[in-house]
């Protein structure tokens, strides 16, 4: 699948997952449990929402075992979120249960676990770049998620202006995400240097410069897919 198809909002990114033999399975099983995708796509925002707590409970707890403990579910809970975003795919166009409203859980939902989580991992950063005023883990955390969004928002202009959705870009969800979780899994190394919250602020920064990266690109190939048509018109 090439990152640009059809001018339909129903587009999917290509994951290599999908075909695998244990997705199936396991599309097969919520599919007989008569698991709607929609259904799926609110499980991953409540996945989400654990996660984001997660990572924010990390910020307030005083002890290093503590801290870890929630690092780590905040690390089981955002590879399920994906997976149940995944999943709610497949169950639509595999199974054939694709509804009038789909679309719409198919993209609220994540932009709204994009935006718990992101925000939250800024608050698991608290005072690691604070001023007196400011504590910028927090601001870069926000901003990454505003621009995680800006992605999609992106992406669907291309659909809405009838050139397809475009998936390309360094920093798209599925890389945003495990970005976070690799973060999450380096801060449980924190107690050997003192170092509370910085790997989760640099890999909120990479998200950040990242997925400005990934709008700019995207707006350029829209813009590019446009000309494109314009000229097979004329």
């Known amino acids: 699948m090439s990152e640009m198809n059809s001018p339909q909002g129903t587009d999917r990114r290509a994951i290599p997952q999908r075909s695998t033999t244990w997705a199936a399975k396991l599309a097969d099983v919520m599919y007989a449990a008569r698991l709607t995708p929609n259904r799926v796509s609110v499980g991953s925002v409540l996945f989400a929402t654990l996660g984001a707590a997660a990572l924010i409970a990390s910020a307030l707890v005083t002890t290093d075992g503590a801290r870890a403990v ?115 899994l380096a801060s449980l190394f924190e107690p050997l240097f003192d170092g509370r919250g910085l790997f989760l602020a640099t890999g909120l920064v990479i998200i950040l410069v990242g997925s400005v990266v990934t709008v700019i690109m995207r707006l350029k190939r829209i813009a590019a897919a446009l000309q494109v048509r314009k000229a097979d018109v004329s």
């Open 70 to 184: 929630w690092l780590i579910v905040a690390v089981v809970c955002i590879p399920l979120r994906l997976l149940l975003n995944m999943l709610d795919g497949m169950l639509a166009v595999e199974r054939g249960m694709h509804t009038p409203t789909g679309d719409l859980f198919n993209e609220v939902p994540d932009r709204v676990a994009d935006l718990m989580l992101l925000a939250a991992a800024g608050y698991a950063t608290l005072g690691i770049w604070a001023t007196s005023s400011i504590d910028w883990g927090v601001v870069i955390g926000w901003a990454a998620a505003s621009a995680a969004v800006m992605t999609a928002y992106v992406r669907t202009l291309g659909a809405a202006n009838g050139v397809g959705n475009f998936f390309g870009g360094p920093m798209a969800k599925p890389a945003r995400m495990w970005v976070l979780v690799v973060a999450s």
